[in-house]
């Protein structure tokens, strides 16, 4: 201890540590749990790209890339981005390889916000997302979104959010944690409002390869919307590369060069090995990715099917690999839950109050897991439904 003076930030001592950590902590300390608690695939990366990773070490590639990263990744992900979602982005100037979506986020909120600017977050949404803003030095606006409307946001209750302190959205889709999708018709409500306020979007999309009803619709690729959106996405969800640390950034070369600024200092470049790899799964891997893809759609259909069997009412969500299904009938908040179940059945869920308080009533599951180990969750949950 360094006796009674305080060292810790204010920002920091004011943050509240993540609630998805405390069920993992709860659950790491007992045998036999079955998680469907994670926000990872449970593939592993395709063999192709963890070989170009090696192959890259045994050539001795170690040393630091440009800042941007490699500029042969650059190019590759600027024509993956033009195929997949038909949004343009120059290597140069416009595309910046991140340590994950998660520093892509931070970088974009950090090089935007001015002391006491806000920006809209929509609730239930991923836990980083306020602590980044605050962090940042900006306020996040809560706009809230309901399974009635599938959590999808409504332009009007965006609009409604909207102050003259208010300079961004930050919009997630497919999302986690409700997995819920916004369609073209959806996203171009909302960009009306974004333009007719001059807001920026920060859209992570992260999970756009997770998309299984209906192909993404990137906002950025809606009229008037490229030049006032910061495009984050990566390879971890789609490619099956969490550990990797790899993510990029897409904004008009004036956002970008701010954004790049930051990155310089703070983090220099993105891992070398994992550039190669991604470059390979770029180059080779998009057949791995449809294969996972159809595995995912397989046990989404199953989970949604199984939890309205049990009377957990769960809309079937678009994309990412959670569902969201309501436990009001159980009379149990979603932390009691989530305790309860994984006391009484070893089966870790998520309380959907973590992620906003629209995710009371809610739990978050993860359908990341092998068919064998969802089937035998769904039956320990029936049990611990019917014991009640
Ligand atoms: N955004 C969302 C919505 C996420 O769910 C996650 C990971 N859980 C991230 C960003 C961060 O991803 P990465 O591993 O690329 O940092």
Sequence with gaps: MLGTKSYIAKSVESMQPSGIRKFFDLAAGMEGVISLGVGEPDFVTSWSAREAAILSLERGLTSYTANAGLLELREEVSGYMNNRFHVSYQPKEEII??????????LALRAILDPGDEVVIVEPCFVSYAPLVELAGGKSVT???????????????????????????????????????????DLEEIAVIVKKYDL?????????????????TSIASLEGMRERTILI??????????GWRLGFICAPSELAAAMLKIHQYAMMCASTPAQYAALEALKTGMKDVEEMKKDYRRRRNYIVQSFNDMGLDCHTPGGAFYVFPSIRSTGLTSEQFAEELLK??????VPGSVFGNSGEGFIRCSYASSMEQLQEAVKRINCFINNR
Aim: aromatic letters at 6%; one cysteine or more; proline letters at 3%.
């Design 344 to 349: 009484e059945q070893k089966v870790a869920v």
């Design 97 to 106: 390889l991140t340590v994950g979506a998660s520093q892509a986020l931070d």
């Design 143 to 185: 706009v809230e979104t309901t399974s009635d409307q599938q959590f999808k946001l409504q332009a009007a209750a965006l609009e409604q959010a909207i102050t003259s302190k208010t300079k961004a959205l930050l919009l997630c889709s497919p999302n986690n944690p409700t997995g819920a999708q916004l369609d073209k018709k």
């Design 200 to 216: 920026l979007v920060i859209a992570d999309e992260i999970y756009a390869e997770l998309a299984y009803d209906i192909p993404h």
């Design 233 to 242: 996405n990566g390879f971890s969800k789609g490619f099956a590369m969490t």
